[in-house]
């Protein structure tokens, strides 16, 4: 079965730094995978999503994320982290034969300092 | 246009008692999916629907849990008997598809059992 495993609940960055939050999956065939942001007292938005097509993917927010499948990993990154990007971030995997129902991670909540 | 809707936003209710869910998805997706987000967790599958097609049922954690779907239109999770354990978000999300299409999120249930 698959799984998703988000490395920090927890990851503290100053404003203007660099944002990694790391995920690694788990999976037998090749995945889709999944970032979602969610801001406090909102629902869940999607950053970006790997489907199989290029393996550096794009998404909002100046958001980029880049899949690895020899060290089954798809972390998230920002160059240049901004106050507005304080949230829960959440990483979530699925398959084509699955239905499309999304294993999450336990997410990961980055707090950006003035 | 209108995203996912659901109700109530808030739900107090007690230990024992019967609850409904209702979730709203948007006009056309053909997939709609339900998921619990227990206080400092990710998110947890517990059911899906794709069409006419059966539903997922895999995620449900006991039978005590039930949901229905008219058409391509609203969904209703029951939970009887609720438990404290019950207590969580409630969250629902629809799709133009399964798989690698994106799911829209609505804003959630948070569902309080005393």
């Known amino acids: 079965a698959q799984s998703v495993t988000q490395l920090g609940s927890h990851v503290s960055v100053s404003e203007g730094a660099l944002v990694l939050l790391r995920c690694n999956y788990s999976s037998s065939v090749p995945p889709y995978l999944f970032w979602y942001v969610q801001y406090p007292n909102q629902g869940l938005q999607l950053l970006l999503k790997?489907?199989?097509?290029?393996?550096l993917v794009k998404g909002i927010n100046g958001f980029e994320a880049e899949f690895k499948k020899s060290e089954t990993s798809f972390h998230l990154t920002k160059p240049s982290a901004h106050m507005s990007d304080a949230a829960e971030y959440f990483c979530?995997?699925?398959?084509?034969?699955?239905?499309?129902?999304?294993?999450f991670g336990q997410g990961t909540e980055l707090s950006v300092k003035p | 246009g209108a995203g996912v809707s659901q109700s109530p936003s808030n739900k107090v209710t007690e230990k024992g008692k019967d609850v409904e869910l209702r979730c709203d998805p948007i006009?056309?997706?053909?997939?709609l999916y339900w998921y619990r987000q227990r206080l400092g967790q990710g998110l947890e599958f517990l059911i899906y629907f794709q069409g006419n097609s059966a539903p997922d049922k895999s995620g449900l954690p006991s039978d005590r849990f039930s949901a229905e779907r008219t058409g391509e239109s609203v969904s209703t999770l029951t939970i009887q008997r609720t438990q404290q354990e019950d207590s969580a978000v409630y969250l629902c999300?629809?799709?133009?598809?399964?798989?690698?299409?994106?799911?829209?999120f609505g804003p959630g249930t948070r569902l309080t059992v005393t």
């Open positions: 979530a995997v699925t398959l084509y034969n699955q239905g499309g129902k999304l294993i």
């Open positions: 999300a629809s799709s133009v598809g399964q798989g690698k299409y994106e799911q829209y």
């Open positions: 790997y489907t199989s097509a290029a393996t």
């Open positions: 006009s056309g997706h053909t997939a």
